[in-house]
């Protein structure tokens, strides 16, 4: 049974002009020790995503669909219930997480109050489980009575990881967590994520714009263009041999250094992503598409199976051919 | 057979705005000056909206008019004791002085009314002086920095603390009560509140990467300050002066009650001071004192209200997105 | 369209002309503040040496990237040359002559395009009043050819790609996109007809899909326009996109320099080894990463300064080539390892057999 499965969600937001939809319908299925990577641009919904699981999206907002944690509906749980899930099951790493922390409280106390809140050890107790956290996240213990000012970004950021792994959840939520670092201080922290996920086995819900970044954590791959999921499927799979027009583009703007095709010809999409309040009709990615066709302004398409366990939204999509046709690949020897 | 795809290459598309133009542009001077006034008419309309706002303008309006219809609405005669349109002395609200008299049998409407005059006068020049330098001097130490800035500061420090109304007594003293003592002392005892804001707002506003554009383009530091900096620091002197106005009439007001003002001349201040003098309090002469009293508090409280709210409509923080 | 009606003082540069842009042991340095208590205790204000003695040349049409990490001088670089920040000790040459004499005219021939696109521009001007300003700083009313300054505004939006340009005239900066803002700032750049663009993070708070256009762009203006490009980056991958030539900078050097096929692919310097080997691709994170934080400019180590976090010295391969003490204790500057391949190295200086702690300045390339 997966731990988290995700069906038809649908998530709005309230707006002067009317209901803005962020989010159109979206699957997403994740089995226990799994890492899904979650990529697209700004607007695309990935964000939303990550609140609307523990039900953190502001008030207002409207949320369809099924979120099943464990089996459990998350959306139809009591507020008790929420809170006592919320952290010990899944817990989420924010967008700008490194500001998430109070300037004028201690570190080590910032990681023991998710541990107190949740009842699940004493003072003392919880402050030996604090010590060892941070030693998990490669930080020294005595690092507990720093000020946030203290620390350096990726330091902060290694507070954030464990912070969320403080109360032992099964599915940890990423969102944006090396965004704003360093490209030395990012893979430290992106080595740091893989081996945890490895000796916890945790599943982890990896979101983020930086797409080569989610090959090197991810099992699989999710695209999204307009709050719907353009492409998933096995991660080498996507990228390098993308099913969708946009992945391509998307895969194209990480080139390959080293790879001859890359040099003095970058290639990106005309115009920009969508606003939600004004998304195109039919497929919504046609005015952007270099392969868009007659059919394209007019069908919205679904998923469709390039191959077992990898699906784009894409009419052009055959089953029997998971490339598409004619376009060169981005990936390393076909 | 599978269907051929067509290249559409979309031309950078502009976005779905709705742009009004009215006639055909003559040159593009033209044009941001028409969509200059459009912005404006924006704020107008906003403002419309705000009741406080609204009820703060209404207010104002009315004592405005007074004050530049005073030769029409009451007669200049009646400030002068000797004119025979004074009447009987502390004489409570009759049909023919709605307002009473005083103890020198003049009407005390036609004196609220001539004395808004001078409390509107008083405020305003005060404010215009605070203003201007306020914001050359919050300006010049914002903008520039170093020792410039160092001097200035100082320098505002040290009046900021300077205590109001000793100072004001002392200087009333060494230059005799008058409204002008009044409008100096107001005006050199406030700008150190106004260069302080203007200080804050500009060091904010000298690191935006558009500034630093228009200095890698080449611009002088005149071009940066006036194209700049001014316009987006202006709404903040426009809200800022709205309430200093409010509290330089208080202040006139006060000072002319502790008779600090011109004694020959009437303001709101040097009715209440005349009134308190003359022990109008206590011997139950209330429409003596509440008149000036009514006037000063709405008229205060009619330029913080709009100040608030266009605080509320041009300060982008408060501005709900 | 292209336009080929190069402007006669931008003709290609006949050999061994001098370069456009020289700069020489540029050092920049920023002094931290000293209360006045610790003032009188003799404490003196600590200096961040941002830019220590930085040296390279652009020539016409040609596009270099300034690389590395935040922290190691190369936005401060990409200021100093534009002038927005005063040298501490070295030289700035344009076109032969110092810039600092004619600050002025040097800016109507050098453009700088800004890393966010939205702050770039004044929210309260129109498009086209961002887009003329420059015109209108350096009282330019005409144009070479006699051209409004609303057609040089049209002119300046298109080659920007924005097309067509009167359209957006009236519009304000919010109602744009990311991408097209950008093209706004470049568009702001090119009114004036510059020879040489300086680029600082151009695509870096753009979404990834749009980046690929911004940098085309620049690169058709490089061909058509014959601009020399100067790219401040941290993406290496930028870099092998659109450089000509890399220079990678470490706390506020330049630790290697050369042709971008030759630096990306086969490094000298163990600092663009390590971030190169950081690049993520499906290999894996089982790749050596440097541990410990971008350093502090305040505080530069003695000898090479990147000893302290080079693998070579922590794997002892340094002490096995005998130069571990070179690396601890004696400072370098580029040493020309491979022909136009610079690289401040000891280790690499002994395995390419130029064993020579000669500090040069970048010589002519």
Redesign the interface.
């Known amino acids: 049974m997966s731990l988290l499965s995700v069906r038809d969600l649908f998530v709005s937001y309230p707006t002067q002009g009317g209901p803005v939809p962020a989010v159109r319908g979206v699957d997403i299925e994740i089995g226990k020790g799994e890492v899904l990577g979650l990529a697209g641009e700004s607007g695309c919904g990935k964000s939303t995503i990550a609140g609307a699981l523990l039900r953190l999206l502001p008030t207002g907002t409207e949320v369809t669909g099924s979120i099943l944690l464990n089996g459990e509906d998350v959306l139809g749980m009591k507020p008790g219930r929420l809170r006592a899930v919320r952290w010990t099951e899944t817990s989420i790493v924010f967008q700008g997480a490194m500001h998430a922390l109070n300037p004028v409280q201690r570190v080590g106390e910032q990681i023991e109050e998710a541990i107190l809140i949740h009842q699940q050890a004493g003072q003392r107790e919880a402050r030996v489980r604090v010590g060892g956290l941070l030693e998990q996240v490669g930080l020294p213990p005595r690092r507990i009575r720093d000020y946030p000012h203290e620390l350096s970004g990726g330091q902060k950021q290694r507070v954030m990881i464990a912070m969320a792994l403080a109360c032992n959840p099964s599915l940890v939520v990423a969102d944006e967590p090396t965004t704003a670092l360093d490209v030395m201080v990012q893979a430290q922290v992106l080595q740091l994520l893989n081996e945890l996920q490895r000796d916890l086995g945790l599943a982890m819900l990896f979101i983020t714009h930086d797409l080569s970044v989610l090959i090197e954590v991810c099992d699989r791959l999710a695209i999204m263009y307009a709050g719907r999921i353009v492409e998933e499927g096995p991660a080498r799979s996507v990228f390098y041999e993308s099913a969708h027009p946009y992945t391509r583009a998307l895969a194209a703007a990480f080139p390959a250094i080293g790879e001859g095709r890359f040099r003095k010809a970058p290639s990106g999409l005309?115009?920009d992503p969508p606003y939600p309040q004004?998304l195109p009709t039919g497929c919504t990615f046609?005015?952007?598409?270099?392969?868009?066709?007659?059919?394209c302004p007019h069908i919205d398409p679904g998923l469709f199976d390039v191959s077992p366990g990898w699906r784009a939204a894409c009419l052009?999509v055959?089953s029997a051919k998971p490339v598409l046709?004619g376009a060169p690949t981005h990936g390393h020897g076909q | 057979m599978?269907?051929?795809?067509?290249?559409?290459?979309?031309?950078?598309?502009?976005?779905?705005?709705h742009?009004e133009?009215k006639e055909p542009p003559r040159?593009?001077r033209k044009?941001?000056r028409a969509?200059r006034k459009a912005a404006a008419k924006r704020v107008w309309r906003e403002y419309r909206k705000n009741k406080m706002g609204m009820a703060g303008l209404i207010i104002l309006a009315i004592f405005i008019f007074v004050a530049i219809f005073a030769p029409l609405l009451a007669n200049s005669c009646g400030l002068d004791p000797t004119c025979p349109s004074t009447g009987p002395q502390l004489q409570p609200p009759t049909l023919k002085y709605p307002l009473g008299t005083d103890d020198l049998g003049r009407s005390v409407l036609t004196l609220t009314i001539w004395g808004t005059r001078i409390s509107m006068t008083v405020g305003l020049v005060s404010t215009a002086i605070t203003m201007v330098i306020g914001t050359t001097i919050g300006l010049i130490a914002g903008y520039y920095g170093a020792w410039r800035e160092t001097v200035l500061m100082r320098m505002t420090d040290w009046f900021l603390v300077l205590p109001f109304l000793p100072l004001a007594i002392v200087l009333a003293t060494l230059l005799g009560p008058s409204f002008y003592t009044v409008i100096f002392v107001i005006g050199i005892t406030s700008w150190p509140g106004t260069a302080r804001v203007i200080r804050a707002q500009v060091l904010s506003l000298k690191t935006?990467?558009?500034v630093?554009?228009?200095?890698?383009?080449?611009?002088?530091d005149w071009?940066l300050v006036t194209?700049?900096i001014l316009?987006?620091v202006g709404p903040l002197i426009f809200a800022n002066t709205v309430l200093i106005v409010a509290v330089a009439i208080l202040s006139e007001s006060t000072l002319s009650f502790l008779g600090l003002g011109d004694p020959l001349h009437t303001s709101w201040g040097t009715i209440l001071e005349n009134s308190f003098g003359a022990g109008a309090p206590f011997a139950g002469n209330w429409w003596w004192v509440i008149p000036p009293g009514l006037a000063i508090v709405l008229v205060v409280l009619s330029f913080t209200m709009i100040g608030y709210a266009l605080d509320d409509i041009l300060n982008p923080k408060l501005r709900a997105r | 369209m292209s336009e080929r009606t190069l402007p006669a003082d931008q003709a290609m540069e006949p050999e061994g002309a001098p370069p456009l842009l020289e700069v020489r042991d540029l050092t920049v340095t920023f002094a931290g503040r000293v209360g006045l208590g610790a003032g009188l205790v003799g404490r003196k204000a600590t200096v961040s040496r941002a830019v220590d003695g930085v040296s390279l040349q652009l020539r016409q049409g040609e596009v270099l990237a300034l690389a590395g990490e935040s922290g190691c001088g190369k936005t401060t670089t990409a200021r100093a040359i534009?002038?927005?920040e005063p040298p501490r000790e070295g030289q700035i040459l344009f076109q032969g002559k110092p810039i600092s004499k004619r600050?002025?005219a040097y800016?109507?021939k050098v453009?700088?395009i800004?890393?966010?696109p939205t702050?770039?521009?004044?929210p309260?001007q129109?498009i086209?009043?961002?887009v003329?300003?420059?015109l209108r700083?350096?009282r330019i009313h005409r144009g070479p050819n006699g051209e409004t300054?609303?057609e040089l505004?049209a002119r300046a939006l298109s080659r920007a790609?924005?097309?067509p340009p009167e359209?957006?005239?009236?519009?304000y900066p919010h109602?744009?996109?990311g991408?097209?803002r950008q093209?706004v700032?470049i568009a702001?750049a090119l009114v004036?007809d510059p020879v040489m663009l300086v680029a600082d993070e151009p695509v870096s708070n753009l979404d990834a899909s749009v980046r690929g256009e911004i940098l085309r762009l620049l690169l058709q203006l490089r061909d058509d326009l014959g601009l020399a490009i100067l790219v401040v980056t941290h993406d290496l991958g930028l870099a092998w996109t659109i450089a000509d030539r890399v220079a990678v900078m470490y706390l506020g050097r330049i630790v290697e320099i050369g042709p971008a096929e030759d630096v990306l692919t086969k490094p000298l310097h163990p600092y663009t080894e390590a971030l190169l080997n950081v690049v993520p691709e499906a290999g894996g994170l089982d790749r050596p990463i440097l541990t410990g934080e971008p350093p502090d400019p305040t505080r530069i180590p003695p000898g090479c300064r990147f000893h302290p976090r080079c693998p070579e010295v922590a794997s002892g391969a340094a002490r096995a080539a005998g130069v571990e003490e070179r690396c601890l204790g004696e400072d370098l500057g580029l040493l020309e390892l491979r022909p136009e391949h610079f690289a401040a190295c000891h280790l690499a200086a002994v395995a390419v057999g130029k064993g020579q702690a000669v500090t040069m300045a970048e010589p002519q390339a």
């Open positions: 005309p115009g004004d046609h005015p952007r598409c270099p392969l868009a066709f007659e059919a052009l055959d046709e | 599978r269907p051929q795809p067509t290249s559409t290459q979309p031309v950078v598309t502009a976005p779905a705005v742009i133009v040159t593009p044009i941001a969509r935006r990467p558009y630093e554009r228009a200095r890698a383009l080449g611009a002088s071009h194209r700049h316009p987006n | 534009m002038g927005l600050l002025r800016r109507r453009q700088m800004f890393q966010d702050g770039a521009l004044n309260r129109t086209y009043e961002s003329a300003e420059g700083i350096h300054e609303q505004v790609g924005m097309r359209r957006f005239f009236l519009n109602e744009l996109s991408g097209q093209r700032v702001g004036l």
